[in-house]
């Protein structure tokens, strides 16, 4: 069954709001299961993720400043679909804004869902190989600070294990690319 498709019955919706990147709404609902309540939801339109590999089997990650967070967190460059936009269009414009490079070989890795105990964003994840940096890369949005680093992929996978702080979607994306990678 494809992600996200037993909807319940919306009985009553009690507040929408509209943000930036996603919409926040509290409904009354019936589930599947004949109960009802109140719950809280994120709508988001999902997001893109790519595990950029160089030539010499380097993982290419982002050291981004998250608000939410409080501070500087390891990632793959990612970034929030527009709304119908494919996936793939999207990341393949985030990692040239967000790390100066292109990438000429692509692969689906797979796709989850991030939260969903509160939340509808799906992540699409892929692996980029074949790198080219870009002479000129698009600028990065204004809010984002962020610098590039390289991982080996025994050097991640120990980073994680000692609890650096990486994201979920990071990690979850890295285990899904294990088997691409040459250990």
Not at 54 to 78: M, N
Not at 93 to 115: D, N, P, S, V
Request: with cysteine; proline share 7%; glycine share 8%.
């Amino acid at each position: 069954m494809p992600l996200g498709r037993e909807l319940p019955q919306l009985l009553k919706q009690r507040l929408f709001y509209k943000g930036r990147k996603f919409d926040f709404e509290v409904n009354r609902l019936r589930l599947p299961n004949n109960s009802e309540g109140e719950w809280e939801c994120i709508r988001h339109p999902g997001g893109a993720l790519v595990i950029p590999v160089t030539s010499e089997g380097k993982l290419l990650l982002v050291r981004q400043y998250r608000f939410a967070a409080q501070g500087r967190i390891f990632e793959f460059p990612a970034g929030t679909l527009e709304y119908g936009e494919d996936p793939l269009v999207t990341i393949q414009r985030e990692i040239q804004e967000e790390t100066g490079f292109r990438a000429h070989k692509w692969q689906k890795l797979g796709e989850f869902f991030l939260a969903p105990g509160y939340s509808s964003e799906i992540i699409y994840a892929f692996l980029a190989q074949d790198l080219e940096k870009l002479d000129e890369p698009p600028p990065q949005d204004a809010d984002e600070d962020m610098e590039t680093v390289f991982f080996t992929p025994q050097e991640l996978e120990k980073a994680i294990l000692e609890g650096e702080q990486v994201d979920a979607k990071s990690i979850t994306s890295f285990f899904l690319a294990r088997p691409f990678l040459n250990q």
